[in-house]
């Protein structure tokens, strides 16, 4: 707060033995108008004469309620921080929508006033801190940069990040309205493309924040820092720090980032085929002839971090080849869960090719699903 509480203060006066006496001030909010009256005791040939009281323009009528007080606008001191409460990047999916409500980013904006461990970052004591209620504008945007928690090479850009209110429901929010030491939590979700990857990380989300409504809910000026003082007026003086490189230091602006890392199922698949029989040869040395019976094992791993779930492996076969049961019908196996009885071959009955398929119902971490079936080799 630009004014301080001034002590009682006593000014002696030899040529008149004068006392001039200083009302106290205390500490005013802004907009409040601080004013006062100074007045003068004196004696004139020892005897004591009617106390004089001041006025801005000079007052020589003495009297106890004569004077003018000398008045001053509190000025608006503004102290407030964007910050993000992360401590790390925020799980994603490829794909995920905005609106989705299953990731987001979440920060704290905060109206840091005056007083012992008010610090919103360290806990440390506030000298100069915000003497108003504030209103501050928010925006969210997609920075080139990468994010501070992750300086992996493979990024990718969400798009259409939108600020959210700190609750389950959806309510987007532009601004917040803080009293002093009040703060305000939102989140912020963004669209994930589809084609981020496992452990990919995103450019940094940035929440900035820009103060436009003072102490009255009036609009205020952007900057008055640099500005004549004029008194009667109350002006806006912003203390805040620089951020990122992005922001300067007492410029109405405050912001963080944070950032999403990619966490989802990565599914590897392997597909290997051998000969089982022939008619010629039997199971010895089998040959790829026609007539033989060929082995094929579909194997799905996920070598990613989510589960995947309802995974379903569709193998379509060419035009010489046909479903065949007489080693084993087609089969699931593996670590993964398997949904019992999805495991089959389709034989052409309408001039379609001949197609195996199978479905597991969840492939976890380090799981793998594996389907196993037989097709003949027909004759030309």
Known sequence: MKLQKIKQLGVSAAMCGCLMVLSNFTYAAAGQTISNKASINFNVASVAQTVVNSAPNGNDVAGANEGTDTTITEDQLVNFAVLTSNTGNIDAVPGAAASSSTHFTTFVIHNVGTGTGNHPEDSTDVVNGSNGKITVALTAS?????????????????????????????????????????????????????????????????????VTKGYDDAAVANSSNDTAQNKDAVEVVYVDNAAHGVDAVNDNQSVDWSGFTIKSALLNMIKTVSVNNDPINGTTNPKAIPGAILEYIVTVQNNGDEVASNVVITDTMVENLACDSSVASPALSGTATATEGTAKCTEDSDGAKDKAEGACTTIAKDQTCILTFYMKILES
């Open 142 to 210: 997609v920075k080139g940069a990468p994010q501070p928690f992750d300086t992996a090479v493979n990024q990718f850009a969400p798009t259409n990040c939108t600020i959210y209110a700190d609750t389950t429901a959806n309510t987007v929010v532009s601004e917040v309205a803080l009293e002093i030491n009040g703060s305000a939590t939102v989140r912020v979700s963004c669209d994930i493309p589809i084609s981020a990857v496992n452990e990919d990380t995103s450019a940094a989300i940035e929440l900035s924040g820009t």
